[in-house]
């Protein structure tokens, strides 16, 4: 196998956790007229802008060396683009039907700060198994996410007909 094609299977493997997510964001974002649903898509959509951005950021942290604070930098681009979410949706985190928002929401925080628990040094302190449970989670939350999120869209557009 060449250099190149090792490259372009290494990504269509890596790749495999964004399907679910791109495809109900996508539709969340295109066909659903509400703005939860908007909300839902583009936090759905996230991560898989995220995630290049945070793996450079691992790989520039790395290079020099042991865990600093500067490693705290990696739950920027998760965090940051959720803060400006949350802003240009904030009249959806108030009022009787603010549930599905504060879901989102705390779901989505729990997808970067799992992110940040991954980097973490754990074979240091001989409990290695935690970096795999981190990363199992973390391959796993983007879909889950999605298919709350589709949940959600689906049962705010029920209760407005």
């Known amino acids: 196998m060449t250099y190149e094609a090792g490259q372009i299977l290494n990504l269509f493997l890596y790749s495999i956790p964004f399907w ?9 974002v295109v066909r ?9 898509g583009l936090l759905t959509l996230k991560p898989i802008v995220t995630t290049p951005i945070w793996v450079a950021i691992i790989r520039t942290l790395f290079a020099s060396g042991p865990l600093k ?9 998760g965090a940051s683009l959720t803060l400006i ?38 074979g ?4 290695e198994a935690l970096g795999c449970i981190f990363g199992i989670i973390g391959l796993t939350l983007p879909t ?8 959600l869209s689906l049962t705010r557009i029920q209760e407005l007909v």
């Not at 659903?32 to 839902?40: E, H, K, V």
């Not at 949706?89 to 549930?99: C, D, N, Q």
């Not at 240091?124 to 409990?127: E, F, L, M, Q």
């Not at 889950?144 to 949940?151: D, I, P, R, S, Y």
């Open 69 to 77: 604070p500067a490693h705290f930098l990696s739950i920027l681009p």
């Open 124 to 127: 240091n302190v001989g409990i």
């Open 20 to 28: 679910v997510p791109a495809a109900v964001g996508l539709y969340l």
């Open 144 to 151: 889950v996410f999605a298919v709350v999120a589709l949940t």
């Open 85 to 122: 979410i949350v802003l240009v949706f904030r009249h959806l985190f108030s009022g009787p039907r603010s549930g599905g928002a504060r879901v989102l929401l705390v779901l989505d925080c729990a997808r970067w700060l799992n992110s940040f628990l991954l980097i973490l040094p754990y």
């Open 32 to 40: 659903r007229p509400s703005d939860l649903s908007l909300m839902a």
